[in-house]
Nanobody, 126 residues
């Protein structure tokens, strides 16, 4: 199972960016019934949960630090997971990873995820 995260880049504080996480059709069929999430790891820090979404998008959750600014969504017809990032801040600078959970529900715990993308770098300038 391979997930590919992309869409990162350099953005000014207050700007917007949309991350995508794509998978082949075969891979998406494997994870389409699973919860999915975005995590991030800033330089010198541990990886942390950012946002999660249950299968079929029935429920979502966010870290307090991004609530109201980021939106997670999934399009099973396009085999893609998204993270819309608005009003970004310098502290959002990190390597962002997408992940597919072992169950139909997302979790804030890394150990609940079986599949990971390679990460895409987001840099927010002040």
């Amino acid at each position: 199972v391979q997930l590919q995260a992309f869409g990162g880049g350099l953005v000014q504080a207050g700007g917007s960016l949309r991350l995508s996480c794509a998978a082949s059709g075969r891979t998406w069929r494997t994870v389409s019934n699973n919860g999915m999430a975005w995590f991030r790891q800033a330089p010198g820090k541990e990886r942390e949960f950012v946002a999660g979404i249950n299968w079929r998008g029935g429920g979502t959750g966010y870290a307090d630090s991004v609530k109201g600014r980021f939106t997670i969504s999934r399009d099973n017809a396009r085999n893609t997971l998204y993270l819309q990032m608005n009003n970004v801040k310098p502290e959002d600078t990190a390597l962002y990873y997408c992940a597919a959970a072992r169950s139909s529900l997302y979790s804030v715990r890394e150990m609940e995820y079986a599949y990971w993308g390679q990460g895409t770098l987001v840099t927010v300038s002040s």
